[in-house]
């Protein structure tokens, strides 16, 4: 079946037959409950991905379908402003310290410089390019301090190719960042 997967193009579909016990343990549906029998998989191939839509798609719902209160940086990050700060702004070459708590589209959390421990904020250069993700010196460079911002950060802008665990490679990541 591997084999018919591999060979499979975009618009096709196919249904899979094949022997419970040949198929890899891992690659069955968890709760599959038997051992034997007949396996059959109705595969469909469609080319849905397209990740500027699915970050629309994103600010579409954070926003309430209003875009319009979220600004788009030219390398695509998205950045909203929760709440404005009242100090100096940003500027390059500036020592930035920030609070970040990352957060997986489905809203699972991997981070929080808030919550762990020593609670200290993350602190780099503004516009050496130096920090990963970059999507937060882009981010960073448009804030004051006290604001506090979301970002929506495609994967070029995270981590891009790269596993990170638990972040796998071309993950599109969300920050809620506190400049402090």
């Not at 038997?34 to 699915?54: D, F, H, P, S, Y």
């Amino acid at each position: 079946y591997m084999n018919v997967l591999a060979s499979l193009s975009v618009d096709d579909s196919v249904i899979i037959k094949t022997k419970i016990e040949s198929v890899p343990e891992e690659h069955l549906p968890p709760n599959l409950g038997v051992k034997q029998g007949l396996l059959e998989l109705t595969v469909a191939v469609r080319n849905i991905w397209n990740e500027n839509n699915v970050l629309d798609e994103m600010v579409n719902q954070l926003s309430n379908n209003s875009p319009d209160s979220w600004t788009k940086t030219s390398r695509g990050v998205r950045i909203f402003w929760d709440e404005k700060g009242y100090g100096p702004k940003a500027e390059y070459g500036d020592s930035v310290r920030i609070h970040v708590k990352g957060l997986f589209p489905s809203g699972a959390a991997f981070m929080n410089t808030s919550t762990t421990e020593p609670k200290l904020p993350i602190s780099f250069l503004l516009g050496e390019g130096l920090i990963q993700p970059l999507a937060w010196d882009d981010a960073c460079s448009l804030t004051s301090q006290g604001d506090k911002i979301t970002v929506l950060t495609p994967h070029d802008m995270a981590f891009g190719d790269k596993d990170r665990r638990p972040i796998l490679k071309y993950s599109i990541l969300v920050f809620e960042i506190d400049v402090v």
